[in-house]
């Protein structure tokens, strides 16, 4: 899990830069949120579960199988991007393959239809579980209060899973909402409610291991809240400055999931300096070859435009 953490965060970094370069439109950055989606997804049966996710998921989708070309060709718009033939937002549209189904944007529309999956998947008696995840100001719309009150009533194989950075783009939490716990609104719907710190991974590891334990037994869903941190702008097109202060930030860089788990692998005497080195030095590797991989390679063919639009005959 650590490797992996390492490998998400160089590549988001590299994502990053390319913005800045001119080559990747728009970015949201995972930064702060590897251990929540890590942690999640390796309590998850990734053979049989399903992953409604949303814009920040980054190490979600990498922990699935994405491939660093795979991401990187979304956020560049080159040929053979798997989601969408790059033509959506990066990082947007659908990856069956891999339990990825409906990325998008719009802000908490996936919630109720992670919710549908699961009626259908108790429906046929399959073995599955349906994970959602969203920020904290997905968790004010009406569709999550939807989809947390039909799931409840009907006690479907869900996990809610909120990654509360604390902003909605630049909106506080004390502005969200009058409680100062996401996961307290749970008991409200009738689900178990559990908050975590989503910067450590064996937490969100053992906290959502009992949640997909719970749904698959017929004890219906839970929610979690992973208590994170978001260390870049909302979207590269945000400047955070103008709501955020440096000592703000400064003191969010001291849960840095990373930094977090090395210490603890470390002070077990699983993980060395050495070791930690050669993890830095394999993802750059990675990320370096992704980079001149995507590009070097072509934009989508014109003639292909109509594809997947229209029905052919």
């Known amino acids: 899990m650590y490797r992996q953490m390492v490998l998400v965060r160089t590549l988001d970094e590299r994502i990053w830069m390319l913005n800045r370069q001119g080559k990747a439109a728009i970015v949201a950055s995972s930064q702060g949120h590897e251990a929540g989606q890590i942690g999640s997804v390796w309590a998850l049966d990734r053979s049989k579960d399903q992953f409604y996710i ?15 070309v795979e991401i990187m060709s979304g956020f560049l718009a080159k040929e053979g991007e798997p989601l969408s033939g790059a033509r959506q937002f990066p990082t947007h549209g659908a990856y069956p393959e891999l339990g990825l189904v409906n990325l998008s944007n719009v802000v908490g529309t996936h919630i109720p239809q992670a919710v549908g ?4 998947a108790k429906m046929r008696g399959e073995d599955s579980v349906v994970i959602a995840y969203f920020g904290d100001g997905a968790s004010s719309v009406g569709d999550c209060h939807e989809a947390m009150n039909f799931a409840a009533i009907h006690k479907l194989p869900v996990v809610f899973f909120c990654e509360n950075n604390r902003y909605a783009i630049s909106v506080p939490l004390s502005k969200q909402m009058m409680v100062d716990s996401i996961a307290a609104r749970a008991e409200g719907y009738g689900m178990p409610g559990i908050e975590i710190d989503g910067c450590d991974i064996i937490a969100v590891y053992e906290a959502t291991a009992a949640a997909a334990s719970r749904a698959r037994s017929g004890g219906g869903p839970s929610f979690i809240e992973a208590q994170v941190e978001r260390y870049l702008p909302h979207t590269s097109d945000d400047d955070d400055t103008r709501y955020r202060s440096k000592e703000e930030l400064e003191e969010a860089r001291k849960r840095d999931p990373l930094i977090i788990l090395s210490a603890q692998l470390k002070e077990s005497g699983l993980l060395t300096d050495e070791i930690e080195a050669r993890f830095a030095s394999e993802a750059r590797d990675i990320v370096d070859e992704a980079t001149d991989v995507v590009e070097s390679a072509p934009y989508p063919s014109v003639e292909r435009f109509y594809a997947n639009v229209y029905a052919e005959e």
């Not at 949303?54 to 660093?68: F, H, I, K, Q, S």
Request: overall charge neutral.
């Open 54 to 68: 949303y814009y920040r998921d980054l190490a979600v989708m990498l922990t699935l199988g994405m491939t660093p």
């Open 117 to 120: 999956v699961a009626l259908a």
